[in-house]
């Protein structure tokens, strides 16, 4: 019994962690969009649907208290946040790398309309953008990790100025969003709660010197 619940909850575990998280955004000349994903449930983020609340009573303002008068609220300093900013690059470049080689462009649809003030110019201009896009959509599609990629390039004479529209979805696993979260969180903590004793304990000295 204790066993067929252990391999049960196992299961359930390892379908959790392969769960699709993600974003999907969309631009097209008459919307625009953006959505939270998981698994096959979505949630619209941009435009937010209007809520439509009662009217009551606003409560009397409060006055503003004063810059540090809350109980155990501080200010960061500009050299401790200075500091806190160069010890946090390298994990956050690092971490930056690790996200990219796991995220994941499920769909990726764009149109380019190709347009100049001159037809002449317009043609020109979508023969240069055809052979660019050639040559760097294979490369792209390796290096993004894209599954499912399509782009037209339209040469459009009405129009005096080039347009970019299209819809992008990106997502990456719940383990692997718990692994990058487990491997980095920690040491972002470390760091944050080192940064914070060297200014109590600069704080402290100061106040002895004064």
Known sequence: MIWGVFLALLAVLALLGRTRLGVRGEYTPRSAGLWLRVGGLRWQLYPRKERTKKRTAE???KPAKAKGEEKGT??????LLFRLARRLLPVALEGAGQLRRRLQVDALRLEILVGAPDPSETAERYGQVSVLLGSVWQPAVEALHIQDGRVRVLADFTRTAPALYGSA?????AGQLLWLGLRYGPKCLKILLEV?????AAGTRQRKAA
């Open 196 to 200: 914070r004793k060297q200014e109590k």
């Open 74 to 79: 501080a200010a960061l300093s500009p050299e």
């Open 59 to 61: 409560p009397a303002a």
């Open 169 to 173: 979805s990106l997502s990456l696993t």
